[in-house]
């Protein structure tokens, strides 16, 4: 290790050492059944023909430090066995390169705590700019400036423990790719420090597979010593009105200048903007030429600002691998290559899900369950939302039963309407406090199902503390249904294997409000016919064990136990009790996979001893938005779909994207097995968290409880009460769109009309003597 890495402290030493150990131990085959120029490879519409390349800039920064030991190393052990490692290139004073991702140290480095005298300022492209910069620093003094995170919304967890690295010291670790980015050559050559010399000398000391700038200059001053079959320069695109230093032309004009790029580079580096513009609410314009244009001055594309941790397009919904696909599997072309800070997601949406058709075979049996229907994507439990889980590849869609005040059964995620609707807009009167539902709302049994069904419904956003958002183009399209309605669109759709019906508050709506509830749902499925079939599985579930107790003897049904609370194991007499009244369980994703501060901690036992007594199981809720995993996968959900398929080999999942998981379980590389590439692998539980440091180390939390007898046991439902003894609040007509119906239009004039014969016969009364005098009778 030469300059900065041998100048690492004994107390840097373990951790990194604890890490290599780790890569050494889950280090994994390497073939793929889609590598670059196999036989047995699809033709891609590349330049080449052959696959993507995946290039990892400053290795897995998406986890650890950019630019970092561990992060190229986790790169290389994680992603394609032809990964390009990324280095930006910055120098020092003494004119030595540094793998760093900014001109200035503040971001990416702790160099203000140890030199806090050491700032200055510069003009950088026109901007003044002031922090500390790597050329007011020698390769000595930066020896001891560790790296940190530079994206404050990652793990912090990581800082402090690498130093920063060179050029050499990257290409070391034997890359099958070394791609250096040079940024800011005009700004060095100012300050007497050459680039070209650099890379000039560096590239008789290493092999540099790729060289990148932004700058015209730069390129054409290198371009007739490097040979293009060993060396491939590219010209790197900035935004589309900044000014390039060499040409003092616009980025946007020299897009249109494709042949005179080729005339110094073999490719050019585009933000993934230039290829699929954005519109101003953040969905997906058509695609624009450039790709195909490039491919036609012979230029290779590779794209660029690839972040499985932002907020992506909402056509992708969330889930990364959509969006690699739509610039590599689109039917149109192919990007060349990708810049992505989680190296392992490009690896996997080229060498397992690209080029998948609709009708692909399932490689693994894992039910696909809807969590209020496709409810990633539209309103929960909305006709909209149904039809989308049934074109998506859902197994079996979900109805959490609500009851209206007429007896009416319906889909909603919720009792109270004001989670799921707009009711609050026109509806307050019925505002009400439930201690037994913890608090006010307004609540689906104060009101008929002829208004509810007219309500304005609204999407779930159950990460909106981060500023994420579902779809809100559609945020209040579609209508909701009764059971009756999604019954029959179950058995018209011809691709589900089941139902699921989800019962609860069966005891409160029975005693306090007089709704039998159970009975309503066994009246509808069997008005439906679904007693005398059997294509479509009926799945009755209720964290209330209750409820399937009452349903036990009714053989025509999957009784499913919900377990409502986070468990880390089982007790016997807990798993024997759950047997006596049901058939199959649900339970969190934590209750498999214990966390801590969104580090995985431990595999639980809860799984094995559902399945040991012949219960499957199913794990809720798996969800695409980043915010939702842990990092040990990485923000990316296929990550933790694998894990837990593939791990603990679950039954099903109950997700509110179910077309990521229906195309995960199609992937190609499910059916290689016995030779699983790295990017497929299962997450270790614990193996992140191995390797920080005591003082960042989150504190130690109290395991979960087990699940025991007493969590379970309930006494029998109550008998219905008397519908006639029930207070309720009074009827309201509503309409979407406006306060009232037409009925209640009506209702109000014939009220005011009422309201002016009283107030004229009240006039009359008091003016009768005047009328009199005036001999007006």
């Known amino acids: 290790m030469s300059g900065l890495g041998a100048a690492l402290t004994s107390s840097l030493l373990l951790p990194i050492a604890l890490l290599l150990l780790f890569l050494r131990l889950h280090s994994f085959p390497a073939s793929v059944s889609a590598q670059r120029g196999s036989g047995s490879a699809p033709r891609w519409q590349t330049l080449s023909g052959h696959s993507p390349i995946v290039v990892a800039r400053g290795g897995f920064s998406g986890l650890f430090p950019d630019s970092s030991r561990a992060a190229y190393r986790f790169a290389q052990a994680t992603s394609v066995p032809d990964v390009v490692l990324w280095c930006d290139l910055q120098l020092t004073k003494d004119g030595f390169g540094l793998c760093l991702p900014d001109i200035k140290l503040d971001n990416s480095t702790d160099v203000s705590q140890i030199y806090q005298d050491g700032q200055n300022t510069y003009m950088i492209n026109g901007a003044t700019q002031t922090g500390w910069f790597p050329l007011d620093f020698s390769l000595a003094e930066l020896s001891t400036v560790p790296l940190v995170q530079g994206v404050y919304t990652r793990s912090e967890q990581f800082n402090n423990l690498f130093p920063i690295l060179t050029p050499e010291d990257v290409a070391a670790l034997n890359p099958a790719g070394l791609w250096l980015n040079v940024q800011h050559d005009a700004f060095y050559t100012q300050r007497n420090l050459s680039m070209k010399n650099y890379v000039l000398a560096a590239s008789r000391r290493m092999v540099i597979n790729y060289i990148s700038s932004p700058e015209v200059g730069f390129l054409r001053s290198i371009s007739t010593r490097f040979n293009p079959r060993i060396t491939k320069l590219f010209f790197q695109f900035n935004a589309p009105s900044d000014i390039e230093p060499s040409t003092t032309q616009t980025y946007d004009s020299l897009r249109s200048n494709l042949t005179f790029i080729r005339t110094f580079a073999s490719g050019i580096l585009v933000p993934k903007t230039y290829i699929w513009p954005l519109d101003e609410r953040n969905y997906l314009h058509s695609s624009m030429p450039l790709v195909l244009d490039a491919h036609k001055a012979g230029l290779e594309v590779v794209a660029t600002d690839f972040y499985n941790d932002d907020v992506l397009s909402y056509n992708y919904s969330y889930d990364p691998i959509a969006e690699y696909l739509q610039f590599v599997d689109n039917g149109q072309f192919s990007v060349d290559g990708v810049l992505s800070d989680f190296p392992i997601t490009p690896s996997a949406a080229f060498n397992c899900y690209a080029h998948i058709g609709r009708n692909a075979s399932e490689e693994v049996n894992t039910l696909v369950i809807t969590k209020n229907g496709a409810s990633g994507d539209y309103p929960s439990c909305t006709d909209l939302a149904y039809q989308t889980a049934i074109s998506d590849g859902a197994d079996v869609i979900d109805c959490p039963i609500q009851m209206s005040q007429d007896g009416v059964p319906f889909c909603q995620s919720s009792i109270n309407l004001i989670d799921t609707t707009q009711a609050t807009e026109t509806l307050n009167d019925f505002l009400t406090d439930v201690p037994e539902l913890k608090g006010k709302g307004i609540y689906t049994f104060s009101l008929n199902w002829s208004q509810i069904q007219n309500l304005t419904t609204a999407i779930s956003n159950p990460f909106l503390s981060y500023q994420l958002y579902r779809n809100p183009r559609v945020s209040n399209e579609g209508s909701l249904v009764s059971l009756a309605d999604f019954l029959a669109l179950a058995k018209d759709a011809g691709s589900l294997s089941g139902v699921l019906i989800n019962i609860e508050n069966a005891a409160y709506l029975m005693e306090k409000q007089g709704l039998a509830v159970v009975d309503a749902v066994e009246t509808e499925l069997s008005k439906a016919g679904y007693d005398n079939q059997t294509a479509l599985k009926i799945m009755i579930q209720s964290t209330n064990s209750s409820v399937l107790m009452k349903l036990k003897d009714k053989i025509q049904y999957e009784l499913v136990y919900q377990v409502d609370e986070t468990i880390g194991s089982a007790d016997p007499s807990a798993v024997s009790d759950i047997k006596n009244f049901a058939h199959s369980v649900v339970i969190s994703k934590q209750s498999v996979l214990a966390e801590n501060n969104a580090f995985l901690t431990r595999l639980t036992d809860v799984v094995t001893k559902l399945q040991n007594a012949n219960l499957p199981v ?160």
């Not at 499910?670 to 003082?695: C, D, H, K, W």
């Not at 004039?749 to 004229?760: D, E, N, P, Q, R």
């Open 618 to 777: 199913y794990v809720q809720t798996f969800s695409n938005e980043f915010v939702s995993q842990p990092w040990d996968f990485f923000a990316d959900i296929n990550v933790e779909l694998n894990t837990y398929i593939l791990g603990t080999n679950i039954s099903g999942v109950v997700t509110d994207f179910p077309k990521t998981p229906n195309r995960y379980r199609k992937n190609r590389c499910l059916a290689q097995r016995n030779n699983t590439p790295p990017y497929m692998s299962i997450v270790p539980a614990g193996s992140l968290l191995g390797f920080i440091q005591e003082p960042s180390l989150p504190p130690a939390q109290a395991p979960s409880l087990p699940l025991t007898e007493s969590d379970i046991a309930e006494a029998p439902l109550p008998p219905v009460r008397n519908k006639s003894t029930v207070d309720s609040p009074p009827a309201a007509q509503i309409t979407r769109g406006s306060g009232l119906s037409k009925g209640a239009v009506a209702g109000l004039v014939v009220s005011v009309v009422v309201i002016l014969i009283v107030a004229l016969g009240c006039f009359q009364l008091r003016n009768r003597g005047m009328l009199a005098r005036m001999g007006i009778t």
